[in-house]
């Protein structure tokens, strides 16, 4: 694999950083306590051509790879991490659909998911189905969908949701838009300790009617598709995870410069080095990480899913410990309620559990392994 991106791509993450600077980071903490309306500012990014980074040219997107999503969420995840977990329901959706979907399926929802017209999101789990997806209760009888959805991604402004169910005791995955009659009920919705610009909600379905061309289907069987919408999912999500490290290793940098104590800068100890040193390596070990599990997706695909678990385990795992040591470094100044270090820290911890926890990153390799 080569490691260092394209001239183009370079380009383009100029783009990014300077989106995540001027649009996302005067917004942040409020999307974060959403006094900023979450799908206000996605159409905003649309409006960019964003949320249609990895749709085809052919269907209105940009063309672009899921790499090229993963460089958009590192720079906005310097900002705003919890878009990581919006935009990767989004981006696994549209992942999902150019894999799987059909022609027809493509033609119509694609453009809509590239303009920002529409949301996509995953509709796996359930009270008793999370990790456990294969045990998921809702089922298609008759062409009609009932069953509830918890930790819906944008469950509450989501115009396509792409549901596990079981028909005739099966794992199937179909394609719904968002009824408009009482098939389709929005529960309550859960707030996160971290990554809070997200809208997770809780979901009902009610014989909502399943076209039987909204069926996804494939060579591969429900569960490798469940799989690798999870795998794409947690790809994005660890791009934020890389953006939250890089910023939380500036913020300690910068603090470690300016701070005065003894008479001299704190950075001048070796305590306060080495602390950096780890971080700084953490990051960049995990970049690479993030950036091979993206571009596996279609250069070794065999290896996709491995790639993905991997990146998201080491991604989570090192932002949740260096984001620690960042605020250890920055003292009393980086534990300020509404500083942006202390929601990087609930970020980061809410990171090793959302789209899949570590343990579950740890099963999904060792199967991997064949062991």
């Known amino acids: ?93 549209i992942e999902l659909l150019k894999r799987y979907g059909t022609d027809q399926q493509k033609s119509r929802y694609l453009p809509t998911l590239a303009r920002g017209e529409g949301f996509g999101t995953l509709a ?9 997806f294969e045990a998921v209760s809702s089922t298609v009888e008759n062409g009609m969908l009932t069953g509830k959805k918890t930790w819906v991604v944008t469950g509450d402004f989501a115009t396509l949701f792409v549901v596990l169910a079981k028909e005739g005791g099966n794992l199937v995955l179909s394609l719904v838009e968002r009824p408009s009659d009482s098939s389709f009920k929005l529960l309550r919705e859960r707030p996160l300790m971290g990554l809070r610009s997200a809208y997770i909600n809780d979901i009902e379905f009610a014989k909502a009617k399943i076209p039987t061309e909204c069926k996804i289907t494939g060579n591969d069987t429900a569960r490798e598709m469940v799989l690798f919408a999870m795998s794409v999912a947690k790809i994005i999500l660890a791009a934020a995870g ?19 104590q003894f ?13 950096l040193a780890d971080l700084a390596v953490d990051a960049t070990g995990s970049r690479l990480q993030v950036y091979r599990a993206a571009w596996s997706i279609d250069q070794q695909p065999e290896n996709f899913i491995r790639y993905a678990a991997m990146c ?24 300020v309620e509404d500083g942006i270090m202390a929601r990087f820290y609930d970020d980061a911890k809410v990171m090793e559990i959302a789209q899949g926890t570590s343990e ?8 991997q392994l064949n062991i």
């Open 242 to 260: 890389l953006g939250l490290m890089e910023q939380a290793c500036d913020q300690a940098v910068k603090h470690a410069r300016e701070r005065q």
């Open 263 to 275: 008479g001299v800068n704190i950075g001048t100890f070796q305590g306060v080095q080495w602390k």
């Open 1 to 93: 694999m080569n490691t260092f991106l394209s001239t183009a791509q370079e380009t383009q993450v100029e783009q990014y950083r300077a989106f995540a600077s001027e649009i996302v980071a005067p917004v942040a903490a409020k999307l974060a306590s959403h006094e900023v309306c979450l799908k206000e500012f996605l159409q905003q990014a649309a409006q960019k051509g964003y949320l249609g980074i990895n749709v085809p040219k052919e269907y209105g997107g940009q063309g672009g790879s899921l790499l090229d999503v993963a460089l958009f969420i590192e720079a906005v995840g310097h900002q705003e991490p919890g878009l990581g977990l919006t935009i990767g329901d989004h981006a696994a959706v």
């Open 312 to 335: 998201k385990l080491q991604t989570a795992r090192a932002a949740r410990f260096q984001t620690g040591e960042a605020l250890q470094i920055m003292g009393a100044s980086g534990i």
């Open 124 to 132: 796996f789990s359930e009270e008793n189905a999370g990790t456990d």
């Open 360 to 367: 579950f990153q740890k099963m999904v390799i060792t199967k």
